[in-house]
């Protein structure tokens, strides 16, 4: 009896669903426009209790990589666990709309011009019909999304994508004992707040900021390096705010931390530019059952980062995603050998340069050597110190290192020993030392354009045209009802790659994008007198009209 009584257990057990597991919370604390600024990297400018407290108890990443050294196309490659020239996203930026999906412009006329000079609208990328929003696999999983509350995809993000995507978005609004994915992203460290904070009292002083060989011993840097320092330990107090309201919540013990920024840091030659001042950022992961500082030197790009939140939610892993795993149950065994990344539009400027990186070494592909390596963008001339450093360089008062960025022309290739050369001055293409070495990245960068299938080769006036036959926006069909039975609904729709999103609600209601949608993915159980709104939407495709059906 005993025998039979432990086998119809042992059964049981073995076919319990996914929600009845515990299974951890995930938090993603997000800033922008940082590199490696902090303490747990060696640089003790600024004062962050709160991020060293977090340190103490994380693996330290010392070669974390964004894709991109700027944030739409980087966070397009966060959000589907795919490079950004793989899918037609890496042009930055695409839309008006940089927040929520629910405020999306693709109206007027952008000042972007492609490389052959043509000009390019505001667009939602359409990306390939099989690639989703990694949250859409955590909440099918039952997991409880929220992003507060940048998006900036390059697309706008579906409905499917969160449970929450807006300023109030927070894991204290999810079912009881509902496993979270929660995001915040903090906008104190952005490169637009070193002149909107110009008037905010400075915490840093100007005097005792370090200065990296490409920056002049200048007053006007020394205020906005100070600044960017200040910047940070805002960044530090808003972090401290959240790990508080996570311990208040008694979470800290079921809760996998995750800190990074989006690419690297703010200021001139960092954001935008192809080395390690504009991809290299920190990378913090706190797992509560391993909580020891650890500094782990393996190489992680920002691609990765979908594929190994899935992994710590025992969640599979989409066949169709280029990014490795770097924790969790499907964690690749190897190490990665290199980071690739990507620089073509920024802003108003047009380029195309292609990166591999190693643990030592930083390989650059120039496919336009003809244009300058300086990009006269507006948007970063709002800053006092980029002017000075023009006015600087037009009056021949930066020395070689300072000059560098502003070189006319670039060579075809670069090569960088980052190791001799942090600061990634000093081009040793031609260095015969290092012939075997380049030969071999080169190699390298030439099997990874062709196994991601490089987009950067069209022009994007060509690409949008492509994705919006006509330059009109394509339009997701219309979701369909099918009911079986009397309480039993499925619904369909027949735009290839749409998800479907619905609201079951017992009163009439006016829902807009931001009301609470549930991912469709398994028939519904409808009940009498109930109502059920529908809409569907391919990335990239406006959504369908909202379908409504009553009961």
Known sequence: MMKKIFAVLFVLLQTLPLFSQKRPNILWLTCEDISPYLLAYGDSTANTPNLDR??????????????????????????????????????????????GWGKRDYSGKSNAKDINGDNVPFYSAVIPPYVKCFTEYLRKAGYYCTNNYKTDYQFAAPVSAWDENNPNAHWRHRAKGQPFFAVFNYNETHESKIWKFKSKPQTVS?????????????????????????????????????????????????????????????????????????????????????????????????????PTVLSLAGVNIPEYMQGRAFLGKEKEPAERKYIFASGDRFDEFTDRIRVVRDKRFLYVRNYHPELPSYKDIRYRKQMDMM????LLNSLGKLNRDQNYWFRIKKTPEEFYDCKTDPFNLHNLIYDTGYTAKISEMRKAMDDWLAATGDMGALPEKQMFLQMWPGGIQPVTGKPVIKTE????????????????????SEKDISPDLDSGWKLYYKPLKIKKGQILYVVAQRIGFKESEIVIKHF
């Open 206 to 306: 100007p005097d005792s900021v370090p200065l990296p060989p490409y920056f002049p011993d200048d007053s006007v840097v020394r205020q906005d390096v100070a600044r960017n320092y200040s910047n940070i330990e805002l960044l530090d107090k808003r972090i401290g705010q959240r790990l508080k309201e996570l311990e208040e919540d008694g979470l800290l013990d079921n809760t996998i931390i995750f800190f990074f920024s989006d690419h690297g840091g703010p200021l001139p030659r960092g954001k935008r530019l192809s080395y390690d001042s504009g991809l290299k950022t920190p990378l913090f992961v706190r797992i509560p059952d391993n909580l020891k500082q650890e500094f782990r030197g393996e190489l992680v790009s920002f691609v990765d980062l979908a």
């Open 387 to 390: 002017r000075r450093l023009l």
């Open 485 to 504: 039975g009397k309480t039993t609904v499925k619904l369909f729709c027949n735009t290839k790659g749409a998800s479907i999103a619905y609201i079951l």
């Open 54 to 99: 977090l340190a103490s108890e994380s693996k330290i990443y010392t070669n974390a990589f964004a894709v991109v050294p700027v944030c739409a196309p980087s966070r397009s490659a966060i959000i589907t666990g795919m490079y950004p020239t793989s899918i037609g996203t890496m042009h930055m930026r695409t839309a008006k709309d940089i927040m």
